[in-house]
């Protein structure tokens, strides 16, 4: 059965607290109020071409080849047959679990984690084996130990998603080693989703799953400019694999669906000459709000969070009975000043009942003054909850 | 497993043939010539959005909205909410089979019949139970009787195309009614993939599964913009039903994977004002088409046809031994004035292993003057192919 997001059964109270004239922040969502780069708009409008055609299954071969050229930057070495383009990270999820795994096949993830793999999972015929990450040690991968503990024979592969959502960790080289170790030894795939790969701050650079050596037969990237660009809309993301037998599988399955969306690769192709300035300015707001946000939780009373290296999320410990509860009732019967926030309770991001009652997850999508509102509001909601356990 | 599609196979070949110098004409697949109209080409060049967001997973509300206009004109009575958007009908179809069928299920669909239902049914985990259809009979609906030499405990769905493809077939509000007696007599679901509907000739009008009283609960209509705008590289479609308790599921699966391309819907909810002028046009060209091919298929010596009353597909049967290899042949060891045709095996469009093997799909995407070259070669080539029958 597809699960029920906990963010998606928020949604009636939002919309009830607009009706009452509430201000409603949303942090609940994957959202950026960035603006996508010009330069991908551009393309769209000077879009010449008379017929809409299909493209090519894998996506139209001058976009993954100028992709070649992005991922060479970011000392990715691939070529434009390692690529299949996608409808979003989404459908390259689906074509990877497709490709690689039968019904009933198990892939470990660590928790929490992006409620969406679920869904794919569920998709895909796939089951999700949680092991757990906590926040006391700000969501670092798990030890081997809990890898091996887990590992039987229907597990086929390890996902992460690097830098994390819903956490923001992003994870050293040290620990990409140690997922190596576990995919070499048990021959599993190793899933990457690092889709939050330009976000990373306080100096610290991304390493790639594709970085490690001698593994190019077990690694799957996936990846989208949904996030790199602001461009959620565009649907374009993409599977990478150097294994030949199993892109070929994966191949199947593009070509079954005819072809990922035209248009929206044609802002994804112009999108690579985005300036460098582009996201230097946007890491700098990014940072400013990730500094408002982390400073102001870890000044409420009985709250805390990691301060995350990457991505636009935290995850914050409140002292409250059940994020679920909470974040409806911050919709439902609470505004400081007429104003509320919207958070993601973080039950949905573990598969594991009873974990994240106490966790929300904050999106940092909001201008600084909006996050300081915010921010505000969840300081007063704390300290009238019903359920606050301090 | 994926199935291998065997036009695809044929791609070597016909790139091999370029390579020599010879012409192909491609009458292989469904990507139409027609131009996209300039009223959905003009609404992306005035795209003036600052950030590409994601839409509503249900596809954009002022889009469902005016959808609802375009399904009024053609006596389709529905709601926004009745309408999930998906990326292209194949999206569509997946939504709609993970919905109303768990792995194991069966869906009955007429054969010969559009190849990639195969690779979504896989997706999906369901069999594909195929009845037969005639050559002999212009491939009209099987009779109720086939139908219930294949029902059983695992049977959930019937699927027609409509008109067909491969086909062209146009089904006769009989056969619709026949379809739902069979439905609401062992509560089956109605899949009907309507992506042709406005390709219908010689007077006929296209009937509706939506246009069927007290079934409501069993229809599911697919859609798709690809064809009737000529435009499929937006890969925008849908699924609509009116079963409410189906719609909230498959909005499950629509949220799992966000939201359908934004672009793609801004051209799609513009071409809804396409002049009827372009249709009419449009029609006339393909008509011209159609009798082009029909015509000089039942000219040539013990080659026959079906003169098709809609969609722009025709299956011919040839007096030759097999088509995969004739179809290979024609690209590999054929030409005539330097030029050669490219056909699709009708192998791939049935299910039950050896049917199709004399029978051949031409898509009549080519103007006049090319689809009588291109019959030429058609012609001359069964005079000489080694696998000939007559």
Redesign the interface.
């Known amino acids: 059965m597809?699960?029920?997001?906990p963010i998606?059964k928020l949604v009636p109270y939002a919309e009830a607290a607009k009706g009452r004239g509430v201000n409603v922040y949303h942090l609940n969502i994957g959202?950026?109020?960035?603006?996508?780069p010009e330069v991908?708009?551009n393309a769209?409008?000077?879009?010449d071409q008379?017929?809409?055609?299909?493209?090519h299954s894998a996506g139209i071969l001058s976009y993954r080849e100028k992709l070649v050229g992005y991922y060479k930057k970011h000392d990715i070495h691939i070529t434009a047959d390692d690529i299949i383009i996608g409808?979003?990270a989404?459908?390259a999820i689906l074509f990877a679990m497709?490709s690689c795994m039968d019904?009933g096949d198990e892939i470990i993830i660590p928790e929490p984690f992006y409620a969406?793999y679920?869904?794919?999972a569920?998709?895909a015929?796939v089951k999700v084996v949680p092991i757990p990450s906590d926040i006391e040690t700000g969501f670092a991968l798990p030890p081997i130990s809990e890898f091996e503990k887990v590992i039987g024979p229907k597990t086929k592969a390890i996902m992460v998603c690097n830098p994390n959502n819903p956490t923001g960790y992003l994870y050293s080289r040290e620990e990409l080693e140690t997922l190596k170790t576990i995919a070499l030894k048990h021959d599993l795939y190793l899933f990457a989703d690092e889709v939050y790969r330009e976000f990373c701050y306080d100096g610290k650079k991304h390493i790639s799953v594709m970085h490690l050596d001698g593994l190019d037969d077990n690694v799957i990237l996936i990846d989208s400019v949904s996030k790199r660009y602001?461009?959620?809309?565009?649907?374009i993301g993409c599977m990478i694999s150097k294994n030949k037998e199993l892109m070929a599988?994966a191949m199947?399955?593009a070509?079954?669906?005819?072809?990922?969306?035209?248009?929206?690769q044609v802002?994804a192709e112009a999108a690579i000459e985005t300036p460098d300035s582009y996201f230097v300015e946007v890491l700098e707001e990014y940072l400013a709000r990730r500094n408002v946000v982390v400073e102001a939780i870890n000044k409420m009373k009985d709250a805390f969070c990691p301060n995350p290296l990457g991505a636009f999320y935290v995850v914050a410990k409140l002292p409250i009975d059940d994020s679920d509860k909470f974040c409806q009732w911050l919709l439902e019967d609470f505004a400081y000043n007429n104003e509320t926030v919207m958070l993601a309770p973080a039950t949905g991001f573990y598969a594991t009942k009873g974990r994240g009652l106490d966790e929300v997850r904050i999106s940092y999508v909001l201008n600084t003054n909006d996050l300081k509102a915010s921010m505000k509001c969840l300081e007063e909601a704390l300290k009238v909850y019903p359920g606050k356990t301090n």
């Open positions: 597809m699960p029920e997001s998606r959202q950026p109020d960035i603006e996508t991908a708009l769209i409008r000077n879009f008379k017929v809409v055609a299909y493209s409808a979003g989404s459908e497709n019904a969406n679920n869904g794919f569920v998709n015929g602001s461009a959620c809309g565009v649907r599988t199947k399955f070509q079954a669906r005819l072809s990922p969306p035209t248009f929206g802002a």
